[in-house]
């Protein structure tokens, strides 16, 4: 699985966009691109995945760019309860294959 | 659902004895994965599963960890002898493998391991 970058941590205020960067240079044509996050002390949840084109649920937006080196994750209303370590995964999408390699991830604090 | 369910919650022994813990997955999930977090390494797979069947164990750190899926509801984590650097949070997850799998893993609310 290709390799990503992400900042180490940022902060976001109360109520305003929360725009997570990440790096993957090195994907290749048939991986995806997962979030999930991990507020403290729980188990990691999912957020969004993508190929290439935009994606948007409930919880956030995913922007992935046209030549799928980079992508954003945004919470366009953060909240208090956003503050959460954000990782940014690329994985095979197979029904065959399941794992997921975490790296650090962005810790984002949101402020009042 | 209930979701994934891990036992016992917090753990705290002694070097040298055993250690058991328990994950129970969402119904209907063909894959199980066992995860360790620590402050040093971050979440680390150790081992998963599909179908009962150990796919893929290469993160499993010595002989002293061993892990079960007896089935389809049930696996157990084990690390005997215990040794203080094995203190860590470990996670269980599972999800839906096949046409079903989106890449989503739904994680459980951890074990806390203490070895004293």
């Known amino acids: 699985d290709a390799k990503t970058t992400q900042p180490t941590s940022m902060d976001c205020a109360e109520g305003r966009a929360a725009n997570l960067p990440c790096n993957h240079s090195t994907i290749s044509g048939n991986e995806y691109v997962y979030w999930y996050r991990q507020i403290h002390s729980q188990g990691p949840q999912y957020i969004i995945h993508g190929l290439k084109n935009n994606e948007t649920n409930e919880m956030a937006s995913l922007i992935i760019t046209e030549d799928r080196k980079s992508s954003t994750l945004i919470l366009p209303h953060a909240t208090l309860r956003d503050t959460a370590v954000y990782y940014c995964i690329v994985r095979l999408y197979s029904g065959n294959t399941g794992k997921l390699i975490f790296g650090q991830g962005t810790t984002l604090q949101v402020k009042p | 659902d209930a979701g994934v369910i891990q036992s016992p919650r917090h753990e705290v022994t002694e070097m040298g004895q055993e250690v058991t813990l328990r994950c129970k997955p969402i119904s209907g999930h063909d894959y199980l994965f066992w995860y360790r977090q620590t402050m040093m390494r971050g979440l680390e797979l150790l081992i998963y599963?599909?179908?009962?069947?150990?796919?893929?164990d290469s993160g499993m750190p010595e002989d002293r960890f061993s892990a079960k899926m007896p089935n389809a509801s049930f696996s157990t984590l084990k690390i005997q002898p215990s040794e203080p650097r094995d203190s860590a949070v470990y996670f269980c997850?599972?999800?839906?493998?096949?046409?079903?799998?989106?890449?989503?893993?739904?994680f459980g609310e951890g074990s806390r391991l203490t070895v004293l």
């Open positions: 599963f599909n179908n009962n069947v150990p796919i893929d």
């Open positions: 997850a599972s999800s839906q493998g096949g046409s079903l799998n989106t890449g989503e893993l739904f």
